[in-house]
């Protein structure tokens, strides 16, 4: 069974484009865009995700740990 990663805004080791896409992410909910504009690039950040990372959630749903 395959390990999925996923992002951890906390990490140290994330190379700087993960956190630049991200950060994007991030921002297009906040900055007033038109709908489409902001579902344009959430979708494309996801579906690089999953391409890059083999995850396509990998900036939604990270799992919580126990404790």
Partial sequence: MVELKWYDPNA?????????????????CLEGWCYQHVQAII???????????????YFLNKPQSIG
């Fill in 43 to 57: 979708v494309s950040i996801d579906q690089y995700a999953e391409s890059a990372l083999g995850n396509r959630n």
């Fill in 12 to 28: 140290k080791d994330n190379p700087p484009w993960i956190t630049a896409l991200a950060e994007v992410r991030h921002r297009a």
